[in-house]
Nanobody, 117 residues
Framework: QVQLVESGGGLVQPGGSLRLSCAAS????????MGWYRQAPGKERELVAR???????YYADSGKGRFTIFRDNAKNTVYLQMNSLKPEDTAVYYC???????????WGQGTVVTVSS
């Protein structure tokens, strides 16, 4: 069974930075795409950033210029570097992986990010 394990969340002051990690239990190249989503209290889950197997990336407007998604293939890990954090970035952040040939979608357990002074 494929597993994704997130880490790196925590409490940070506005303007600060955090790096989230998503470690996969198998090669990340086996997925067509991997992404980070977030869900704030009382809101729907939304896409934050995505990286495709070929390396192309996509960012939601909320994170453009502040967030960077990248990967370490040797560690089977995808990261989300978040800079200039704002209180509205407070949410549970989830890692997602998708494999279309397998009709497979996997979610991590989530990691909490709180931006507050």
């Amino acid at each position: 069974q494929v597993q994704l394990v997130e880490s790196g969340g925590g409490l940070v002051q506005p303007g600060g930075s955090l790096r989230l990690s998503c470690a996969a239990s198998r090669s990340i190249f086996s997925f067509n795409r991997m992404g980070w989503y977030r869900q704030a209290p009382g809101k729907e889950r939304e896409l934050v950033a995505r990286i495709h197997s070929g390396g192309s990336t996509y960012y939601a407007d909320s994170g453009k210029g502040r967030f960077t998604i990248f990967r370490d293939n040797a560690k089977n890990t995808v990261y989300l570097q978040m800079n200039s954090l704002k209180p509205e970035d407070t949410a549970v952040y989830y890692c997602n992986a998708n494999s279309m040939p397998e009709n497979l979608e996997v979610w991590g357990q989530g990691t909490v990010v709180t931006v507050s002074s």
